[in-house]
């Protein structure tokens, strides 16, 4: 029997009337919506509300195929899911689908099931849905921020793991090669310390932006944190391409910026590894990278480094180096030597330029350049720069008194505390007149605190030393400069006048009129870094007073200087050189293979284009080696000069620069094609291939095609 409940809820059902009157509130409030189709799969029926959310008339929408009304977002294959699931007949639920001619931002969450009559036949869909904009476009963000920086676009550190993974996987079991280049912003604190962490963040904004400009190449770019960059470029391993790259991205990042709170300058260093030659995992060539990274850093910034199986031992032993360096002070393991700075006019030696040099007691002789990309790493900064000084006025004290002595000094150095009064201490001490003590800064200095800048150049305009401004013109505001700063001597740098010997360079109208601003302010001015003598010319008709370069001294030591002095008037005329490819002098033991044999021979020079080779006799020229370099770079080689046991070679494919003043070929053998070619398999990760018969390559198996500019050479070789 039914209770009076149930007979009174029995009483109570609604009409159809009532349904549908209940349907349609429920479409116009947006709750719910439906829609239907045929068999065919058009539209035969949608609630008005979807249209009047969607801002489109209804006819555009009923008669029309679901899957060409309601398309995919963002590319993601949605269009085709539905499309499937109308095709196969199949309930859905939950799929989220926008307007398919992309006239609104609106995104529904449509969900249906087939219907059948009585007889089974199929007469359609029907199904329901519901607005979800605001939600989607939430959970579109969140997703968004997980995989992206917030500051910069680019992919954030968890995106780039997952992509390189992804990537060194699939290409492993396709063996493929793929490039990853490790970034750090040089002086970029001394942004944030100076304009603020707002300047900051929108410097890195438009390094982000440069970025995606200079590299022209398919690859992935992110932004891992802070300063630090990385860049994925599949299917690379062209070490001059990738220089190209890396050379171009850095003098990009290293023009100068525009920003609310004032103008800077940045610099950027870079460090390439190659996946599979530096690595087979992500974790493996990571490593790789962030090595040559520091190697570039340390070899004095705004450089790029490729990475090698030395640096490893390379970086422990600079960090030895910079553990050393106190102890060279203590020990006088330190000294300097000297470059002369010539007088345009008279030839004669005017100035010498202090440089510093360690007589390590392992090392040996460590010249000037590495010496100073070691210091700039150091803590030890400010004391080396203080021994520098010192002895610079020491030895200066004992030249003629008009021949002055000048030496750089770091940002650092100079608005550390008690630099004036070290200053003062020196000359003091090697009674050396202030005006024969010429102090060289970059514009650097001015990126720090403004008040000691200001107070330290007063103090030592009153001492009465001289102050040169180096590097000129490749700051931003030189200008503001010139006019707080008490300068005698402007120094115009390398970089600056790269291309004043193109005929229509316009370098050497921008030096003129440097120049003649020089001569307005009372100032002297100085190029460096000259090496023809074509290039001196045009600098002296340009009126530049002073010119210093290998064109006319490398640095030399204290006493050559004093054997140059006592013979009278020091003066140098500019040597004539003729261009050539610079040839680096090496002495170490390399494999050649010829006809199915290797030989030891030792490496006596090394230029782009050629080699010197010891150790064979009578070798006859137009013999053909392949020249095994080490590290899985053979390049092949034609005999052109041959005498006793010493051979010319020339290279089929010029070498390329490998961004530390060496050279490296643009392909290396790959490491699969080495392990198919004997080489265990542990050599794939690690790179070392010895034990194999001529070191790097059993010259019975072949020799990879790709090493050839012209493939008809497998057989020759």
């Known amino acids: 029997m039914q209770s009076a409940t149930q007979r009174d809820y029995a009483g109570s059902v609604l009409s159809n009337d009532d349904k549908l009157a209940m349907l349609d509130e429920l479409e116009r409030s947006g709750l719910g919506w439906f829609w239907a189709t045929d068999v065919e799969g058009k539209l035969t029926y949608l609630s008005e509300a979807i249209a009047d959310r969607l801002s489109v008339p209804m006819d555009r929408l009923v008669g029309h195929a679901l899957p060409a009304v309601f398309g995919a977002l963002g590319g993601d294959g949605r269009t085709k899911?539905?499309?499937?699931?109308?095709?196969?007949?199949?309930?859905?639920?939950?799929?989220?689908?926008?307007?398919?001619?992309?006239?609104?931002?609106?995104?529904?969450?449509?969900?249906?099931?087939?219907?059948?009559?009585?007889?089974?036949r199929f007469e359609g869909f029907r199904g329901t849905g519901s607005d979800i904009t605001e939600q989607y476009h939430r959970e579109e963000e969140t997703e968004r921020l997980a995989k992206f920086d917030s500051l910069t676009g680019l992919s954030n550190r968890h995106r780039m793991a997952q992509m390189i993974d992804g990537t060194l996987t699939a290409f492993k079991a396709a063996k493929r090669n793929c490039a990853l280049m490790m970034l750090d912003l040089d002086r970029f604190k001394q942004v944030n310390d100076t304009l603020g962490h707002a300047a900051g963040d929108e410097l890195l904004k438009q390094v982000a932006a440069r970025l995606k400009r200079s590299v022209d190449k398919d690859c992935e770019i992110g932004r891992l944190g802070g300063d630090e960059f990385q860049i994925?470029?599949?299917?690379?391993?062209?070490?001059?391409?990738?220089g190209e790259v890396a050379a171009k991205i850095i003098a990009m990042l290293t023009q100068p910026y525009s920003l609310e709170e004032g103008r800077c300058v940045i610099g950027a260093s870079v460090g390439i590894a190659i996946a599979p030659h530096d690595g087979v995992t992500r974790e493996e060539v990571v490593r790789s990278a962030d090595l040559a990274l520091y190697a570039a850093k340390n070899g004095g910034r705004g450089q790029f480094r490729f990475y090698t199986g030395d640096l490893e031992n390379e970086t422990i032993f600079r960090k030895r180096l910079e553990g050393d360096l106190l102890e060279a002070i203590r020990e006088e393991q330190l000294f300097l030597k000297f470059q002369p700075v010539v007088s345009a006019e008279s030839m004669r030696v005017v100035s010498l330029e202090a440089l510093v040099c360690w007589n390590h007691p392992q090392r040996g002789e460590i010249d000037e350049e590495e010496f100073q990309s070691i210091v700039d790493g150091s803590s030890l900064i400010v004391d080396v720069g203080e021994w520098t000084i010192r002895q610079a006025c020491k030895e200066a004290a004992l030249w003629p008194e008009a021949l002055r002595v000048s030496v750089n000094v770091p940002a650092s150095h100079f608005t550390a505390e008690g630099f004036v009064t070290s200053v003062s201490n020196a000359l003091e001490e090697s009674e050396l007149a202030p005006q024969r003590l010429e102090l060289e800064v970059k514009e650097t200095v001015f990126l720090g605190d403004t008040n000691v800048v200001d107070k330290t150049l007063a103090a030592l305009f009153k001492l009465g030393a001289r102050l040169s401004l180096d590097e000129f013109g490749t700051g931003y505001s030189s200008l503001s400069y010139l006019r707080r700063a008490p300068f005698d001597t402007i120094k115009i740098g390398q970089k600056f006048f790269a291309g004043a010997m193109e005929r229509d360079g316009r370098e050497i109208g921008l030096i003129k009129a440097i120049v003649a601003l020089a001569k307005a302010l009372g100032m002297q001015t100085t190029a460096t870094g000259l090496e023809t003598v074509q290039l001196v010319d045009r600098l002296k008709d340009a009126g530049v007073d002073s010119l210093q370069?290998?064109?006319?001294?490398?640095?030399?030591?204290?006493?050559?200087?004093?054997?140059?002095?006592?013979?009278?008037?020091w003066r140098i005329e500019p040597g004539h050189r003729v261009k050539r490819a610079r040839r680096r002098t090496v002495y170490r033991k390399i494999q050649v293979i010829n006809d199915d044999h290797s030989y030891e021979v030792t490496l006596r020079n090394l230029s782009k284009t050629g080699a010197y080779i010891e150790g064979l006799v009578d070798v006859p020229v137009k013999t053909q080696f392949v020249v095994d370099l080490g590290g899985g770079q053979l390049a092949v080689a034609t005999v052109t000069r041959s005498n006793g046991d010493t051979q010319g070679l020339e290279f089929e494919t010029a070498l390329v620069d490998d961004g530390a003043g060496g050279l490296c070929t643009r392909h290396r053998v790959s490491p699969y094609e080495l392990a198919a070619a004997g080489a265990p398999l542990a050599a794939l990760s690690t790179g070392d291939y010895k034990g194999m018969q001529g070191g790097m390559l059993d010259p019975t198996k072949s020799v990879p095609k790709f090493m050839y500019a012209n493939p008809a050479a497998v057989d020759a070789a």
Do not use: C, W
Not at 232 to 242: H, I, Q, T, W
Not at 549 to 569: F, K, R, W
């Open 81 to 120: 899911s539905l499309a499937l699931k109308l095709g196969a007949r199949k309930s859905f639920t939950g799929i989220a689908v926008g307007l398919a001619q992309g006239e609104s931002d609106v995104v529904i969450n449509l969900s249906g099931r087939p219907v059948f009559d009585d007889e089974g």
């Open 549 to 569: 370069g290998s064109i006319y001294s490398d640095p030399v030591s204290a006493s050559d200087v004093m054997e140059e002095l006592a013979v009278g008037t």
């Open 232 to 242: 994925m470029l599949p299917d690379m391993d062209d070490r001059g391409a990738l």
